[in-house]
């Protein structure tokens, strides 16, 4: 009598199951398939009382063999193609000198503003508040706010322009 999962959930089972005990989720479904075929070969010899435990046992033995094989061929450690993961994608320290220099800059702008047009930016730009909050807060009325942040907006793109 042949044992196999009856539908796609045991199969997934077993993958999964398989995936767990070999710690290799990407080649899991492959140890599966050569643990059927020595399953197929056990069973013409002799009985399997357990055939989901001996698939889940030949395919982590077929995943140590897999491994090692791997190990001596030399695909372990970093391939050509991974040296990406490796690059350091983070700013140049001149970009961070340029960057730094720029955020002075808006800052000496902003130190430029008056103190009421100063406040209503950076409660919209720092605190996230939107315009309706803000002309709550303080008391005016959403078209001032607007008038304030886009004044603002206007010069510090003007202040820093070539920057």
């Known amino acids: 009598m042949n044992w196999a999962p009856r539908d796609g959930h045991g199969w997934r089972q077993l993958v999964r199951r398989i995936a767990r005990a070999t710690r290799d989720p990407d080649r899991a479904e492959d140890h599966l398939h050569a643990a059927y075929v020595r399953l197929a070969e056990y069973r013409s010899r002799s009985t399997v ?4 435990g001996f698939l889940v046992r030949a ?3 077929i995943a140590v ?5 791997r190990w001596v061929r030399g695909e372990y ?6 040296i990406a993961e490796f690059a350091d994608n983070g ?9 730094r220099q720029r955020l002075e800059r808006v ?14 930016f950076l409660m ?3 605190e996230g508040l ?3 909050e803000i002309a709550e807060q303080l008391g005016i009325t959403m078209s001032a706010v607007e008038k304030h942040i886009a004044k603002a907006a206007l010069f510090l793109a003007e202040w820093t322009e070539g920057w």
Request: hydrophobic residues 30%.
């Open 91 to 99: 700013p140049l320290q001149l970009e961070m000198l340029q960057l």
């Open 49 to 52: 009382a357990n055939p989901a």
């Open 65 to 69: 063999d897999d491994s090692r094989r």
């Open 130 to 132: 939107k315009y309706r």
């Open 107 to 120: 800052r000496l702008g902003l130190d430029e503003l008056s103190p009421r047009t100063r406040q209503i």
């Open 124 to 126: 919209h730009r720092i």
């Open 59 to 61: 395919a982590a033995n």
């Open 77 to 82: 450690g970093p391939q050509p193609g991974d």
